[in-house]
């Protein structure tokens, strides 16, 4: 399968600062970049669509300015979560689909999971 | 709203059993049906696709699709403890729509 990676694993930020995730793909190109978030013991949710060279598209309820999404190139979609709070805190997952048209799998980054003190 | 409902767990089967997950969607058009497993703590990992009507097997993973019934289902034989995690049903949204609307989860427990 594909492969997809996301920096950082983890990471831990004080209440107010804001925090960049990374996601990559590392063996194929993907316009399309999907960002999730999971809280515990919950199923993933659609945080946003990361479409590269044009504006992300996110879902109803998430707040745009406050994650901002940049998906600079055909590799690499970037998460920033502004102004973090303590109710940001969750795992983070993106994945993106290979983009051939036989197949419409998508592929999971590993997650960053996100703590805000 | 579109949904995908999957059967309540946790669901617990004794070690070289069969498991049998459950998986219902609302979005008539969905055309692809994806069935992920979640280990705590880890990301989502692809185990089976499936497009149309009918079994699709691959090695101890059956998927079975019946669109008529809005309705798709993983077999799992000879139950591993390995195999205990959460398994999350997918569908895309809409007529070959890349994006995914995801199950709740069922979470499995393989009995040793």
């Known amino acids: 399968g594909a492969v997809v990676s996301q920096h950082p694993s983890w990471v831990i930020c004080k209440s107010g600062t804001s925090v960049k995730i990374e996601c990559r793909s590392l063996?194929?190109?993907?316009?399309?970049m999907f960002w999730y978030r999971q809280f515990p013991k919950q199923s993933l949710m659609l945080m946003a669509t990361?479409?590269?060279?044009?504006?992300?598209?996110?879902e109803q309820g998430v707040e745009k300015d406050k994650f901002l999404i940049n998906h600079a190139s055909l590799t690499l979609s970037t998460l920033t979560v502004t102004s973090a709070h303590p109710e940001d805190s969750s795992f983070y997952i993106c994945?993106?689909?290979?983009?051939?048209?036989?197949?419409?799998?998508?592929?999971f980054g590993p997650g960053t999971r996100l703590t805000v003190t | 709203q579109k949904e995908v409902e999957q059967n309540s767990g946790p669901l617990s089967v004794p070690e070289g059993a069969i498991a049998s997950l459950n998986c219902t969607y609302s979005?008539?058009?969905?055309?692809?049906f994806f069935w992920y497993r979640q280990y705590s703590g880890k990301s989502p990992e692809l185990i089976m696709s499936?497009?149309?009507?009918g079994d699709k097997e691959d090695g101890r993973f059956t998927a079975q699709l019946n669109k008529a019934s809005q309705y798709v289902s993983l077999l799992i034989r000879d139950s591993q403890p390995s195999d205990s995690a959460t398994y999350l049903c997918?569908?895309?949204?809409?007529?070959?729509?890349?994006?995914?609307?995801f199950g709740p989860g069922t979470r499995l427990s393989v009995l040793p």
């Open positions: 994945s993106a689909p290979p983009g051939t048209r036989s197949s419409y799998e998508q592929y």
């Open positions: 063996d194929f190109q993907a316009t399309t």
């Open positions: 990361s479409n590269e060279g044009s504006k992300a598209t996110y």
């Open positions: 979005d008539r058009v969905s055309q692809s």
């Open positions: 499936i497009y149309s009507n």
């Open positions: 997918a569908v895309n949204d809409g007529n070959y729509g890349q994006n995914f609307v």
